[in-house]
C-alpha cells in the first residue's frame, strides 16, 4: 500500500457480498468494487485482502472469523491494509440494511482513520446491536468483557 492514501473510503467487496452493492454505491459518488467486477471469484480471503490493499481499498465482507484472523496475522508481520469492514450478513432482498450503515460509515469515517482497522458495520446502523454480534465482537478481542455486559444490561430494559 502506498503511502498516500485516498482522502474517502474506497469499498471492495468481497464475493460474498452481493455485487450490486458496488454498483449503487457507484452511483452515490462513492468509489466501490465487487469481486466479480475485480474477476476475483473463487480466490482465498488472504488474496481478496491483498487485492483490496493494492488497490486502496477497504474490504466489506461477512466473515468476521477470517477476517480478524488475517487481520492479526498482517499486525503481527507489520502488513498494512486499508481497513476490514464486518457486516452481519444480509440478503438482497434486504440490501437497504445494508447499505444504510455503510453510507453512515463512509460518510463518518476518513480512509486514514480506517486504515489497520477493523469496524463492525453495526456501530454504524440504526438498530441495537444483537447479543451475537457483540458476543463475536468478544470473541475477536475487539471489545472487553464490561462492553458486553453493559449491552446486555441495556437490552434487558
Known amino acids: 500500500m502506498s503511502d498516500e492514501a485516498p482522502l474517502f473510503i474506497q469499498i471492495y467487496t468481497d464475493e460474498h457480498i452481493i455485487p450490486q452493492l458496488a454498483r449503487i454505491l457507484r452511483t452515490r459518488g462513492y468509489v466501490a468494487q465487487s469481486a466479480l467486477e475485480a ?11 491483498t487485492y483490496a490493499t493494492h488497490h486502496q481499498m477497504a474490504i466489506l465482507t461477512f466473515d468476521h472469523v477470517d477476517f480478524v484472523r488475517l487481520a492479526r496475522q498482517w499486525a503481527a508481520d507489520n502488513r498494512a491494509h486499508a481497513g476490514i469492514i464486518i457486516s452481519p450478513q444480509f440478503s ?7 447499505l444504510q450503515p455503510l453510507s453512515r460509515l463512509l ?6 482513520e480506517l486504515c489497520n ?8 446502523g440504526a438498530h441495537r446491536p444483537r447479543i451475537a454480534e457483540t458476543r463475536a465482537e468478544y470473541q475477536a478481542g ?6 458486553v455486559a453493559d449491552l446486555m444490561t441495556e ?3
Open 107 to 112: 460518510d463518518t469515517l476518513t480512509a486514514d
Open 117 to 124: 482497522q477493523v469496524v463492525f458495520l453495526q456501530r454504524f
Open 142 to 147: 475487539l471489545v472487553g468483557r464490561s462492553t
Open 155 to 157: 437490552l434487558d430494559k
Open 39 to 49: 474477476s476475483m471469484i473463487g480466490r482465498s480471503d488472504k488474496d481478496h485482502l
Open 92 to 98: 438482497g432482498q434486504r440490501l437497504s440494511q445494508l
